[in-house]
């Protein structure tokens, strides 16, 4: 049974920094893309930044170096270091682990930018 597990979210102030952790278990064979989505109330969910199992990235116009995404792949996992955050970063954080004819979410961690 495969099981994606986030965490490392929380309550941070403008300018803070978190890392989130998603690790993977019961996951047979490589995962080809490992991505960062989040949502808000009403929102579908947003493409943060993914890695490549070349770890090739792509990011999300406005985290562009304030984000930055990294990959173990000997543990099945991806991380997100959150810098400089801004209240607009607030959301439920994903992680999404992409094989090529599977894909896995996460339960998602609750992240809030607030004073």
């Known amino acids: 049974q495969v099981q994606v597990v986030e965490s490392g979210g929380g309550l941070v102030q403008p300018g803070g920094s978190l890392r989130l952790s998603c690790v993977a278990s019961?996951?047979?064979?490589?995962?080809?893309?490992m991505s960062w989505y989040r949502q808000t109330p009403g929102q579908p969910r947003q493409l943060v930044a993914d890695i490549s199992i070349q770890n090739r990235t792509s990011y999300l116009d406005s985290v562009k170096g304030r984000f930055l995404i990294s990959r173990d792949d000997t543990k099945t996992a991806v991380y997100l270091q959150l810098t400089n955050m801004k209240p607009e970063d607030t959301a439920v954080y994903y992680c999404?682990?992409?094989?090529?004819?599977?894909?896995?979410w996460g339960q998602g961690t609750q992240v809030t930018v607030s004073s």
């Open positions: 019961g996951i047979n064979g490589r995962v080809h893309i």
């Open positions: 999404l682990m992409r094989q090529l004819t599977q894909s896995y």
